[in-house]
Nanobody
Framework: VQLQASGGGLVQAGGSLRVSCAAS????????MGWFRQGPGKEREFVAA????????RYADSVKGRFTISRDNAKDTVYLQMNSLKPEDTAVYYC?????????????????WGQGTEVTVSS
């Protein structure tokens, strides 16, 4: 599975942005998908995850209520809608997939990674 993230950019604090992650190479039926981010000088951290059916989602406390993860399995695409953005949300955002159906928040729980898309939030 190849994952291609897109949609990053520069946005002012309080603004919104949606990043996407398209899968190719093979179907990701049954995969749980996640978004992680890595800010300047920081370790990669969990942001959000969604199960194959979309029935279960999980968010980091820092983004809960502001970010929404969703997926369109017909398009093999996962989205992260980011609202009320803050300067501390500035990071490279990575999508990831795991072959298990359960939610996971650890970096090493994911088998496939996209190349990342950069999000910069100005104050």
């Amino acid at each position: 599975v190849q994952l291609q993230a897109s949609g990053g950019g520069l946005v002012q604090a309080g603004g919104s942005l949606r990043v996407s992650c398209a899968a190719s190479g093979r179907t990701f039926i049954g995969y749980t998908m996640g978004w992680f981010r890595q800010g300047p000088g920081k370790e990669r951290e969990f942001v959000a995850a969604i199960t194959w059916s979309g029935s279960f989602t999980r968010y980091a406390d820092s983004v809960k209520g502001r970010f929404t993860i969703s997926r369109d399995n017909a398009k093999d695409t996962v989205y992260l809608q980011m609202n009320s953005l803050k300067p501390e949300d500035t990071a490279v955002y990575y999508c990831a997939g795991r072959t298990y159906s359960s939610i996971a928040t650890r970096v090493d729980s994911y088998d496939y990674w996209g190349q990342g898309t950069e999000v910069t939030v100005s104050s």
